[in-house]
Nanobody, 115 residues
Framework: QVQLMESGGGLVQAGESLRLSCAAS????????MSWYRQAPGNQREFVAS???????TYAGSAKPRSSISRDNTKNTVYLQMNSLKPEDTAVYYC?????????WGQGTQVTVSS
């Protein structure tokens, strides 16, 4: 089992930045990749970015210019730096961990961007 705990969400104004964190605990040694997804009200959950255990990153097209995913293996934590936030970035942001056998999810952290 892997447990994930997100933090760092909040209410910000358009143009500001946030850094989300996701701390993994439990059987974290089998994690191949960690990712961020988001879900806005009334919308499906969508992919934002991912990073493998080796540090390879993948971004959704809309996220890449303003987002950066990173990973601190010593802290078992993955980060999502989001810059120049827009109201349409408002969503619950979820962290996920993929072990090759299954995907684990965190509870999510709310990001609200006011105009």
């Amino acid at each position: 089992q892997v447990q994930l705990m997100e933090s760092g969400g909040g209410l910000v104004q358009a143009g500001e930045s946030l850094r989300l964190s996701c701390a993994a605990s439990g059987n974290r040694f089998n994690i191949d990749a960690m990712s961020w997804y988001r879900q806005a009200p009334g919308n499906q959950r969508e992919f934002v970015a991912s990073i493998t255990s080796g540090g390879d990153t993948t971004y959704a097209g809309s996220a890449k210019p303003r987002s950066s995913i990173s990973r601190d293996n010593t802290k078992n934590t993955v980060y999502l730096q989001m810059n120049s936030l827009k109201p349409e970035d408002t969503a619950v942001y979820y962290c996920s961990a993929y072990t090759g056998a299954r995907t684990y999810w965190g509870q999510g952290t709310q990001v609200t961007v006011s105009s």
